[in-house]
């Protein structure tokens, strides 16, 4: 088996979206500020969402023993939100 760590560098594009060098495409100064914003009202807001559902479903869990549909959907609908926000991110 040929050993490939020693070979030069892969051209392509770099393995982590987070790596070092510039951008990809041009990123304004306004846009950074906006995200800076964003990630700042969006993080408390997003720990007091899942505060307030995982008291919820304990409530619901502790007095029927059961989870229902609407706690189904609840937990989906949170999933599908936080991995589109992933994906943006």
């Not at 990123?27 to 993080?43: C, K, P, Q, T, Y």
Request: glycine fraction near 10%.
């Amino acid at each position: 088996m040929a050993d490939h760590s020693s070979g030069p560098p892969s051209s392509g594009p770099p393995s982590s979206p987070f790596g070092a060098g510039p951008p990809m495409f041009p990123v304004s100064d306004r846009a950074v500020e906006l995200s800076h914003v964003f990630i700042n009202s969006g993080s408390p807001i997003l720990a007091v969402v899942l505060i307030l559902l995982g008291v919820r479903l304990a409530t619901r869990f502790h007095r029927a023993g059961k989870l229902g549909w609407d706690d189904v959907f609840i937990i989906l609908g949170t999933v599908s939100c936080a991995s589109s926000l992933q994906q943006r991110t």
